[in-house]
């Protein structure tokens, strides 16, 4: 299983963006899918969860900015993000809870980041 992330780019203060990350691959379920990001020098810290049925949780930090979506026809989810700030700055990864199999464990497989980049 494999995750494509998608949607990064550079926008000024205030501006925003809609990051998109897609799940391929033999997969019989996903669980909860979500965004990280890591800024430079800085841990990787949480922006946003998804759950299968459409609960989410977020920081306080985005909490208002940002709304995480997901398509689970398409196994696709989505990060809208307005009135960015410079400190959301950063590599934005997604990640997803996924089953290859009803009898087999359940892991977690991360995308290869999409860097956003706040500045004027």
């Known amino acids: 299983v494999q995750l494509q992330a998608s949607g990064g780019g550079l926008v000024q203060p205030g501006g925003s963006l809609r990051l998109s990350c897609v799940a391929s691959?033999?997969?019989?379920?996903?669980?909860?899918m979500g965004w990280y990001r890591q800024a430079p020098g800085k841990q990787r810290e949480l922006v946003a969860t998804i759950g299968s049925s459409g609960n989410t949780n977020y920081p306080d930090s985005v909490k208002g900015r940002f709304t995480i979506s997901r398509d689970n026809i398409k196994n696709t989810v989505f990060l809208q993000m307005n009135s960015l700030q410079p400190e959301d700055t950063g590599v934005y990864y997604c990640n997803a809870d996924v089953k290859r199999g009803r009898y087999v464990p359940h892991y977690v497989v991360w995308g290869q980041g999409t860097q956003v980049t706040v500045s004027s």
């Open positions: 691959g033999s997969i019989y379920s996903i669980g909860v």
